[in-house]
């Protein structure tokens, strides 16, 4: 077990300097330190606790110019908490139960009364957050994510190869199809030539015309973002729903029309070049922190620890 320098094994000697203890056991467990101390393990969090609340109860809203905003689930039974992030530091400025645009009035309020001016905000397209974006930031410009539309479409791909895979005869075309979901959902460059991946592949669409179809389709809507200028990104995804139109298949002709319906947000990615891909990788160091703790029964204090997470290399975890 690390020692704790200059700690005394000593209650009241604890408790004067409890927070600057605490401070200097950053890579050890609340047990850890309690176990130490000779203390329980409660009090010990409560000391943390109430330092965390000091410094990042209301975390500084004074000038964010660009948001993130996405969902996480956390734990069992579909709990689900939407994170916002300020894009330009990485911090956790604002963290609410449930995924809906009424959990988000308590950050509406505090923006407001910080006199920040938001400039983008970088959401999926789910219609509760553009609602939400829409309402309390109007002037704000929406930026689709670019990992959520791929991600959308990737869940078509899957569902597309599952149907065809239900529809044909006990043959080997069938025996080919199946176990090639994640096949499809890899990038070209990620396929392992030593497992044989790529042939593998290869013979799935050859012997699909439709899953070919979809899934080239599925290249060429990366490409999207892989522009030189908006203009280009513009003509790229204008004829890519040229292509969905024409290609006689239902789910990428719906597809299509939904891209061109939302072709601004999408494209409003060469303003300024923003996404949500941060919070997405902030929310599985949220999850690291859940698991490490073994969940969090006190909320608040799982909320803190979110807030104070951007600052710590180690984290003294519950």
Not at 165 to 181: A, D, I, M
Not at 215 to 236: P, V
Not at 282 to 287: A, E, G, H, R, V
Request: positive net charge.
């Amino acid at each position: 077990m690390m020692k704790l320098p200059f700690v005394k094994k000593n209650q009241s000697y604890t408790r004067a300097v409890g927070l600057e203890a605490l401070d200097l056991s950053k890579a050890m467990t609340l047990q850890d330190v309690a176990d130490y101390l000779g203390m329980d393990w409660r009090a010990i969090k409560d000391i943390q606790k109430t330092r965390l609340r000091s410094k990042y109860s209301n975390p500084d809203l004074k000038g964010v110019r660009n948001l993130g905003i996405d969902e996480i689930c956390i734990g069992k039974g579909h709990k689900y908490k939407t994170v916002v992030i300020d894009l330009d530091t990485g911090r956790v400025v604002f963290m609410g139960d449930g995924k809906n645009g009424a959990c988000l009035l308590p950050f509406w309020k505090r923006l407001l009364r910080s006199g920040s001016c938001i400039d983008a905000v970088a959401i999926d397209m789910g219609p509760a957050y553009i609602a939400a974006v829409k309402e309390h930031l109007p002037k704000a410009t929406i930026v689709f994510d670019h990992f959520h539309v791929i991600k959308m479409f990737n869940d078509k791909l899957s569902k597309f190869r599952r149907a065809l895979y239900h529809h044909l005869p006990e043959n080997q075309q069938k025996s080919v199809l199946k176990g090639s979901r994640w096949l499809l959902l890899k990038n070209p460059e990620n396929l392992d030539d030593t497992r044989g991946e790529k042939d593998r592949l290869a013979l799935a669409l050859e012997l699909n015309e439709p899953l070919a179809t979809v899934y080239y389709m599925k290249e060429e809507l990366r490409e999207i973002w892989k522009q030189e200028s908006k203009r280009a990104a513009n003509l790229l995804l204008k004829d890519w729903a040229k292509k969905a139109e024409v290609s006689g298949i239902n789910m990428l002709k719906k597809f299509g029309r939904m891209l061109l319906s939302r072709r601004s947000s999408i494209l409003a990615y060469y303003d300024n070049r923003l996404s949500s891909g941060p919070v997405e990788a902030f929310n599985n160091k949220i999850k690291t922190i859940q698991r490490q703790a073994y969940g969090f029964q006190d909320q608040e204090y799982f909320k803190l620890k979110v807030y104070a997470s951007h600052e710590a290399k180690f984290k003294l975890v519950g």
